[in-house]
């Protein structure tokens, strides 16, 4: 390795843990969405009604008309809103066709399944928890929600074979 990689590999590192250590003082602020709202009255990106990705420049976010949080100021945001929403929307969807009477009971023990994407598998997995998690569509029994699992898994693949 030569003294300049070894350099810009030091840079990188140094870079990494000085946004770590900002990301930690930002955990200690009070919490203010003021940042966003101005970077979207200036530049929007927002997703149409078809779900794509939109930008025009002289769309400006008006409170009015649009919901802010349907507004991204980064392209990069608005297609991580896209993919959410895309999951969230094929969750709803199996829900109504194969679970659609199932709402889970907080006040009794048992255990509601739901799915979650392992990052390290790369596909989609049931888990289960006893508890609340905030904005997650519940299944009745494992096997529906290993049913969608599986449903959630082929239709990624079959969009990556025809990416490539």
């Not at 990494?16 to 940042?35: A, F, G, M």
């Not at 449903?151 to 990416?163: D, G, I, R, V």
């Amino acid at each position: 390795m030569t003294d300049k990689e070894r350099l810009q590999r030091r840079k990188t590192q140094l870079e990494r843990e000085l946004k770590d250590i900002q990301n930690e003082i930002r955990l200690y602020e009070p919490v203010s969405l003021e940042e966003y709202m101005q970077a979207i009255e200036t530049k929007s990106y927002f997703l149409n009604m078809q779900g794509a990705v939109v930008w025009s420049t002289d769309r400006k976010f008006n409170p009015h008309l649009m919901f802010p949080f349907h507004n991204y100021p980064t392209d990069d945001l608005a297609h991580q809103a896209r993919q959410l929403k895309g999951i969230d929307d094929k969750l709803l969807a199996f829900k109504y066709c194969y679970d659609r009477d199932y709402k889970p009971h907080w006040d009794f023990p048992e255990v509601k399944y739901f799915i979650v994407y392992s990052h390290i598998e790369e596909r989609f997995e049931v888990a289960q928890s006893q508890c609340l998690e905030i904005n997650t569509v519940y299944f009745s029994s494992e096997a529906i929600a290993q049913k969608c699992c599986d449903w959630l898994n082929n239709k990624e693949e079959n969009k990556q074979e025809e990416n490539e």
